[in-house]
Nanobody
Framework: QVQLVESGGGLVQAGGSLRLSCAAS????????MSWFRQAPGKERESVAF????????YYADSVKGRFTISRDNAKNTVYLQMNSLKPEDTAVYYC?????????WGQGTQVTVSS
C-alpha cells in the first residue's frame, strides 16, 4: 500500500503558474502509474494527466494540453504537475492517484484557486 500527500496548491491570478507535488511513502513508487485528477465544486472528478511507471509515457486531458506538464522523480518518490497559463476554470481540488495491480490509492487533495 502507498500513501500520497499533495502540496503546492494555492491562490493564483489567471495566467499564472503553480507546481503541485505528490509525495509517496514506501520503497515501491516506481511500480505505480501516477495520475492527477481534479474536482471542481458541483462537478465530477476528472482526469487531468497520467504518467507511466518509468515516466516514458504521458497523457493529458484536452483542456490542459500544452499548459500542464506531468513528471516524476522515482528517486524522490514524487510526481509533479507543472501548471502554466492557469485559467479560472482550472479552479478545483487536485488529487494524485497511484495505480498498480488493479488497485488505486488517492491523496487527500490540494486546493487550486485561479482568480480572474
Amino acid at each position: 500500500q502507498v500513501q500520497l500527500v499533495e502540496s503546492g496548491g494555492g491562490l493564483v491570478q489567471a495566467g499564472g503558474s503553480l507546481r503541485l507535488s505528490c509525495a509517496a511513502s514506501g520503497r515501491t513508487f516506481s511500480r505505480y502509474a501516477m495520475s492527477w485528477f481534479r474536482q471542481a465544486p458541483g462537478k465530477e472528478r476528472e482526469s487531468v494527466a497520467f504518467i507511466s511507471r518509468s515516466g516514458g509515457n504521458t497523457y493529458y486531458a484536452d483542456s490542459v494540453k500544452g499548459r500542464f506538464t506531468i513528471s516524476r522523480d522515482n528517486a524522490k518518490n514524487t510526481v509533479y504537475l507543472q501548471m502554466n497559463s492557469l485559467k479560472p476554470e482550472d479552479t478545483a481540488v487536485y488529487y494524485c492517484k497511484a495505480t498498480a495491480n488493479g488497485n488505486d490509492y488517492w491523496g487527500q487533495g490540494t486546493q487550486v484557486t485561479v482568480s480572474s
